[in-house]
């Protein structure tokens, strides 16, 4: 037969409006479920099973969905998960992800609306960061890719005969505080300049790069022989939430001539906060921006964004004069620049309607509010940490991730016990090392986390505590 349409959609259209209303009542009750589940191992086995050679009936493949997948997920649209920092999506997502697969278009280029939607989503990230209304950007699986993409573009712009010649024996080097995350040292592998060339600096008490390090390390690359070209700011470190003081990085790369990129994978978001922006002044004098809406923007996964002041710059890195993939005056071939010219991917999917429709629907004012509200829900762990003897802060709360430990408890008793929370379906919080030390790390994105959860966190994980001192 031909075609993969059913003949008679009457069907499969009663089961697309059943799915809906399981998803609208999976995300009615999430609280009441536990938060994360570990899969059994004869589910588990059921997906090693054969290629299929015949069809089966969508029913019945969503009920195994239903059954074996559903039960078993991340947990991260849970209020009780607080363990990474990863969003929870909402309700108006949904829709926008159904709306967006029914249209099924490719977003490398061409000239249809999803290119429009994508264009007003830059230009609102461009507001949102008071970045210039003519910046560049697209977007991207994540701040993995968004980072990565800066990496290109800074190279490209120090020197752009590397594009075409390889980086060699380049000397570029770059710099970040040594807690940035770990895709950064690997943007630099994959840009072929090796992850050494991304030097680490170490960090002040407030767990911010040290400027007097970084300038040290500059000078000494640069006697070195070698071709400094990029400093890394963060806004909102992944192990604790700390922001580099982005203004003084700005001026300093200014004044040595460097291009300034910032990953805000979560927390260049904070700027849609009245009460928050303040910490992320210097954002708006990036050269480059890496942000993730999946995270605190809420959006379901997976919504990146990478934002370049100048344009010119941005395509320089990445556009290509193809035969096959010649631009138009007009037709369905027209309306470039095409946002293939500014990332790797060519093919790529209508990431902003899920986006723009999450702005559209909450305003950005009432992000700023769900922002804030992480915020208090974290300052309120940190004053139950604080109050509690049992309990020790080991680092500032910047923003909304709170890192302590467990007085009593040895580093391998503590993984332990996070561990044995998690399966309870009780919390999902995650562990990090501060100073050296195992710590509970818990980073509050979720929209649905409030007060209540966090003290059914904190009472089962101090009950456990006792079960762990009460055992040889």
């Known amino acids: 037969m031909a075609g993969l349409d059913p003949e008679d959609f009457s069907a499969l259209r009663s089961l697309g409006h059943r799915m809906l209303d399981d998803i609208f009542d999976r995300l009615e009750h999430l609280g009441e479920g536990p938060v994360w589940r570990p899969m059994p191992p004869a589910i588990r086995a059921s ?99 968004a980072n990565f993409i800066s990496v290109i573009v800074a190279s490209r712009h120090h020197a752009m005969t590397y594009r075409h010649e390889g980086v060699g024996a380049s000397g570029l080097v770059g710099y970040a505080a040594r807690t940035a995350h770990g895709c950064l040292p690997r943007a630099f592998d994959l840009a072929g300049f090796g992850s050494d060339s991304l030097r680490l600096i170490d960090v002040d008490a407030d767990h911010r790069i040290r400027l007097d390090l970084l300038a040290r390390r500059v000078s000494e690359d640069r006697a070195a022989g070698k071709t400094p070209f990029m400093i890394v700011g963060t806004a909102g470190t992944v192990d604790c939430g700390a922001i580099d003081d982005l203004a003084a990085l700005a001026s300093f790369a200014a004044d040595e001539g460097l291009w300034f990129h910032v990953d805000g994978a979560f927390g260049a978001l904070a700027c849609l906060s009245p009460r928050y922006r303040s910490l992320l002044n210097g954002i708006e004098r990036a050269d480059s921006l890496a942000v993730d809406f999946h995270k605190w923007g809420q959006v379901p996964y997976d ?8 344009a010119r710059l941005h395509a320089q890195a990445f556009a290509q004069t193809l035969h096959y993939l010649q631009r138009a005056d007009r037709g369905l071939a027209g309306n470039a620049p095409w946002f293939c010219d500014f990332g790797p991917d060519l093919s790529r999917g209508f990431r902003a309607l899920k986006v723009w429709m999450t702005l559209s629907h909450y305003g950005a004012d009432r992000m700023g509010e769900m922002i804030e509200n992480a915020c208090a829900v974290a300052a309120y762990l940190a004053q139950r940490v604080d109050d509690d003897e049992r309990l020790e802060r080991l680092a500032p709360v910047a923003l909304n991730i709170v890192c302590f430990g467990i007085r009593g408890l040895s580093d391998h008793d503590v993984g332990e016990l996070v561990k044995d929370l998690q399966e309870s379906g009780i919390a999902a919080p995650s562990t990090t090392r501060i100073s050296g030390r195992l710590a509970v790390r818990a980073a509050i994105v979720n929209h649905r986390t409030t007060c209540g959860t966090i003290d059914r966190m904190l009472d089962a994980l101090l009950a456990l505590r006792e079960r762990y001192l009460a055992t040889p």
């Open 47 to 145: 997906f090693q099973a054969d290629l299929p050679r015949t069809g089966t009936d969508a029913e019945n493949i969503y009920t195994v969905f239903q059954r074996d997948i559903a039960p078993y997920s991340n947990g991260n649209p849970h209020p009780g998960f607080m363990g990474w920092v990863q969003g929870a999506g909402t309700p108006i997502g949904v829709l926008a992800e159904l709306l967006a697969a029914g249209l099924n278009d490719n977003c490398g280029g061409r000239d249809h609306a999803a290119i429009e939607v994508e264009r007003q989503v830059i230009r609102w990230t461009a507001e949102i960061m008071s970045l210039p209304t003519d910046a560049s950007g697209c977007l991207v699986t994540g701040s993995s890719l």
């Open 303 to 310: 919504a990146g964004c990478v934002m370049v002041r100048d």
